[in-house]
C-alpha cells in the first residue's frame, strides 16, 4: 500500500529488508532519522546498534563487524563522512563489505544543513587515501531510499567492497508516497547463523587462523593488490544501471542524480509538452558511471546539459564520457541551493539557440 | 493540476501533521505528493513549517520559494511568508491570533481556528479546522478524502480521530456560511 | 631443557630488535590463551606500531586496524559476535594518543574486550619520538634535551581508567624479569578471565623495553624499566573477579 514515507525512514526499512544485522552511527544533521529509528527498529528485531562516540568510531566499528562476515552499515553526513575516510580506505584494503550512507549536506567545512551534491567527488574518485572506488548509489526518490539501500548488501558482498549510498538532505528529510514491504514489520527476525564465507574471522575453530590487513610490505605485493582491486572495480560494470527517456531523438539531453534527476524529469516533460526534442538520463550508479551510453550519444552529435546541486562535479564525468564528441553544458548550485525549472529550461533555450 | 501549499506555524500547532493529512489525502486521489518539512536548527525557537506539493505529474524538487497557497497558523508565519505567495494565490490565516497585513495580489482569508477548534474538543485541532476552510476555497482535493485518512494518521492517538474530523467539518463549513472576498 | 611452543604462537622468528620486549609479551599472551583453551574463539586486532606484524606470530584469527582504533574494531566484533574472545594488542602512541578516544569510549562502556598495551614509553617503530607516556626528562628524537612540562606529562593510563564504571579488569604489570613476567602473564589470564566471565573491560598495561628506541643496551633497557615504576606504579587497580 502507498504510503507517505520520510527518506531517511524509508533507508532503514530498506537495510533491514537487505539484512542488516549491526548499525554504528553518530548524530548529525540531516540524517539523525536514521539513526534513531534504527536505534528502535534493530533492537526490536534483536539485531545490533551502537551509537558511537564519533564517526571515526562508528566507521571502525563497522570495519569489526564487517570481518566477521555479517552486514553491517553506517549513514553520516558530509562532515561526518569526511571523517570516515580513512575507514572506508581500510575497508576497501582489505576487501570488506558494508553500506556506508551520506546523506549529503551544503559544505566546504560545517557548511549548512540543506540537501547539497558536494561530495560527489569523494564518493565516486575514492575519497580517501589509495587508488580506490565505491559501488556508488544514488536514489533519487523516496522509494529508491528503500530499493536502493535493500539492494546494496548484496552488491557489497558481491564485490567484497564498500557499497556508498550517495543521497542528499532533501531526499532524506523529504516524504513521498512508497511501498515499503510489511514483512520486514515483523518482530523476532534475528542476526543469521554465522557463515564461513571462506575470508571472515570468526575464531579458528576447525581451520587454519586466518588474518585481514592492508599493510603489504613485501616487494610489489601491493602493486599486485592493486592490479587485482582493480579489476574488481572495472567488473562492477556488471551492475551499472541509468534510466533515459526520450534520448534517441534528443537535440540536447539533461543529466542528473539524485534530487537533480527529479528535476531534470519536471524541465523533460514540460519541454517536450512544448515539441523540444529534449532528452533526460539519470545514472542510477555514479560508479560505475554509464559512460559508454553517454559516448554513443555524443558521437549523435547530442548535447548534454549537466544539473548538480554543486559548482560542478559530475560534468567532469560526463565531459571525460563525451571525450570531445559534443559540446557539455553545466547549471548549478552549491551550498545547499537547488536549480529551478525555470532555470535549468532558460539555460536550455539558450544552448537551443 | 499542481498545488504548492506552505504551512507554518509555532510547534505544537500540529504544522506537520497538517502537510501529512493533505499528503496521505492525495495519495487516496491517486495524485502525486511531497512533503517537506523544516528541521534541524530551523526548528529551534519553536518555529515549524512544511511544504507540500500535491499534482497529477511527477514531482521535482519538494522545495520551492513561491507557494501557491499559504497556510499561516500565527503572526510570525503571516509577516514572513505571505509577500512569497504567487500572484493569485491563496493565504488562509488563523485570525484567533493573527491579523491580515498588508498584501497585494494575493486572496486572504481569516479563520477563528482556536475558538473553533476549543469548540469542537480541543485546541490541538486548530490545524485540522483550517484544513477544512481551505479545501472549501480550493477543493483540490475531495474533502471525504480527508476525512477517510484522519483514521490512518491518528491510528496511535484514537482519542482524538472524531475531534480532528468535527474540527475539519466546521472549518470547511465555515467557509460555507462565510461569503468570501 | 627445551622450550615448547604454545599452540597460539607460530613457530617462525620474529622481527623485533634484540632486548625488545614484545616477543616475551607475545610469549605470555599465547601461553596464556592456551592454558584457558580459549584459542579456536580468539579474534585478535594488531596495532600500527612495531607489533603490526602480530599476525604473523599469532596462530589465531587476527586483524588489523587504522591507527588508534583497534578498540573501535574491537568493539564490531565483539558486538555481532559476542561469544568470541576479542583481543587488542595496541602501544602507548596507538592506544594513548590517537587513540584515546576509542580508549576512553570503550572503556566507558564496559566493551567486554581485552587490551593489551604495551607502554615502552616511545615511538618505537617511527624511530623513538616522544609518547604520551615518556616520563619527564626522557630524551627521545623529538625531545632531544629530555621531555619537558611543555610537551605534557606522561599519562598514566590505569589511573585514568580505573574509576570508570565499566572497567572490569586493570593492571600494570612490567616484564624487565622472569618474576614479573610471571606476574604479567597472571594479569593476562585475569584480564582474559574477565572477558571470558562477561565483567566488563579489561586492559593490562606492560611496562616494556625499547632499546632501540631508547638508543640502550638491551641490559640498560632493564634499568629503565625499574625506573619507568617510579612514574607508573605497577599494581591491580581494578578488579571485578
Redesign the interface.
Known sequence: MRRLWKGNYALVEGAIAGGCEAYFGYPITPQNEVTEYMSVRMRELGRVFLQAESELAAINMVFGAALTGKRVMTTSSSPGISLMQEGISYLVGCELPCVVVNVQRGGPGLGNIQGAQGDYFQAVKGGGHGDYKLFVLAPSTVQEMYEMTKKAFNIAFKYRNPVMILTDGVLGQMMEPAEIEESVKCKGQSVREIEDLGWNLTGCKGRVPRFIRSLLMGEGELEDHNYKLQEKFLKMKEDLDYEEEGAEDADVILIGYGLCARINFEVYTTLRKKGLKIGYLRPKTLYPFPERRIRELARRKKKFLVVEMSCGQMVEDVKLSVNGESEVYFYGRPGGGVPEVEMIINKIEEIIR | MKRKILISGFGGQGIMVAG?VL??AA?KENL??????S????MRGGTANCKVIISN???????FKNPDVLISMNQQSFDRFSKDVKKGGIVVFNSSICKAGNVSGVNVYGIPANEIAEKVGSLKSANMVIIGYLLKIDGFLDIEKVYDVIGIVFSKKKEFIDINKNALKEGYNYGKESSFK | MKFKIPESLKPVPNHYCPGCGHGIIHRIMAEAIDELGIREKVIAIAPVGCAVFGYFYWNFDTAEAAHGRPPAVATGIKRVLPDRIVITYQGDGDLAAIGGNELLHSANRGENITILFVNNACYGMTGGQMAPTTPLGYRTTTTVNGRVIDDGYPLKVCELIKDLEGVGYCERVSVEDPRNIMKAKKAIKNALKCQIEKKGFSLVEFLSMCPTGWRVSPVEAIEVVKRMKEVFPIGVFKSKL
Do not use: H, L
Not at chain 2, 528541521?39 to 530551523?42: D, T
Open positions: 501529512i499528503g496521505e495519495i502525486e505528493v511531497t512533503f517537506f518539512p528541521y534541524g536548527a530551523e505529474e511527477k514531482i521535482g524538487s519538494p522545495n
